[in-house]
């Protein structure tokens, strides 16, 4: 993974600390994610393909975020448990951290960098925006959130080969 990014620390939803290099080697799908939108379901879809991926090398990372439309309300506990018992999220979890302005995370910062939106815009536009990025560490593609999970599939098996 590129350097920037495999540096920048992440601390879990269970308060431990991390950073890319834990998963270097992998492909990485890092996902801004939210209890309460309509694209909240597409936990289910992640989760399916941590289960189908797993093994191979891929990592889904979720990123909790109340920026766009505050609905992300919980504590990091809430959210934990939310993800959990409605759609049985296993994959690994991070703290709640803003994507955009002046507090956007620096892992975030770095993505926007690298992968720019829709006419190279900046900002990322919603929940559930998704980065993969491959076992070399580079990002591969920017994902809206109106892609479901299941729609990466070609894109994660062609990293995973």
Known sequence: MSATLLSIPCTTIKGEQKTLADFAGKAVLVVNTASKCGFTPQYKG????????????????????????????GNEGAISEFCELNYGVSFPLFKKIDVNGADAHPLFVQLKKQAPGLLGSKGIKWNFTKFLIGRDGQVVKRFAPTTKPQDLTQEIEALLK
């Open 46 to 73: 992640l989760e399916q393909l941590w289960q189908q991926y797993k093994d191979r090398g891929l990592v889904v990372l979720g990123f909790p975020c109340n920026q766009f439309g505050k609905q992300e309300p």
